[in-house]
Antibody, heavy 118, light 110 residues
């Protein structure tokens, strides 16, 4: 059974860079038929697609966040990462990693809350 | 890209049906047969319930069904059960490897 697990600091200061890693187990991140995504959900609000990455390293970002988001993949560790720069309180959210197939997200991590505060 | 439009809430009694709409544009919902639906219980990660408009992943009850007409997709939950009470989100491919979610609908089982 495929499992995804987010990890990283739960508190980030304003203007700094948020960094999270998603560790994948029970399957290889290198399968070319899938993509690997990040989604976030501010407290009490809806879901927002941040971006996707393929095992080749090809990335696609939400246009509204493109200038601040960077995704990377490390196939040797079976994990991929998110960096979001210049964070503000508006970036406080639960961040999810998920596997994508065609255009749907079929496996999700449990999510990790990141709070932006000084 | 703007969020897809969903009603904030929907409700039904046990055994009844409830239908949730998801309205987009010809650039997303209307342009592709890549609409998916997710169920989210409080404090949990979303769960895929429907993909490619009307397909159900293994393990999802056939009480859940999806459809699309023009720029609007719909999720119908038939034979409502207490465990169906949750938030539901639609999502659509929006071209150029972009994806957009709906703003979510809270389903209440009366």
């Amino acid at each position: 059974q495929l499992q995804l697990q987010e990890s990283g600091p739960g508190l980030v200061k304003p203007s700094e860079t948020l960094s999270l890693t998603c560790s994948v187990s029970g399957g290889s991140i290198s399968r070319s038929s899938y993509f690997w995504g990040w989604i976030r959900q501010p407290p009490g609000k809806g879901l927002e697609w941040l971006g996707n990455i393929y095992s080749s390293g090809t990335t696609y970002y939400n246009p509204s966040l493109k200038s601040r988001v960077t995704l990377s993949v490390d196939t040797s560790k079976n994990q991929y990462s998110l960096k979001l720069s210049s964070v503000t309180a508006a970036d406080t959210a639960v961040y999810y990693c998920a596997r994508g197939a065609a255009a749907e997200l079929d496996y999700w991590g449990q999510g990790t809350l990141v709070t932006v505060s000084s | 890209q703007s969020a897809l439009t969903q009603p904030p809430s929907a409700s039904g009694s046990p055994g009844q049906s409830v239908t949730i709409s998801c309205t987009g544009t010809s650039s997303d919902v209307g342009g592709y047969n890549y609409v998916s639906w997710y169920q989210q219980h409080p404090g949990q990660a979303p769960k895929l319930m429907i993909y490619e408009v009307s397909k159900r992943p293994s393990g999802v009850p056939d009480r859940f069904s999806g459809s699309k007409s023009g720029n609007t997709a719909s999720l119908t939950v038939s034979g409502l059960q207490a465990e169906d009470e949750a938030d539901y989100y639609c999502s659509s491919y929006a071209g150029s490897n972009n994806y957009v979610f709906g703003n979510g609908t809270k389903v209440t089982v009366l």
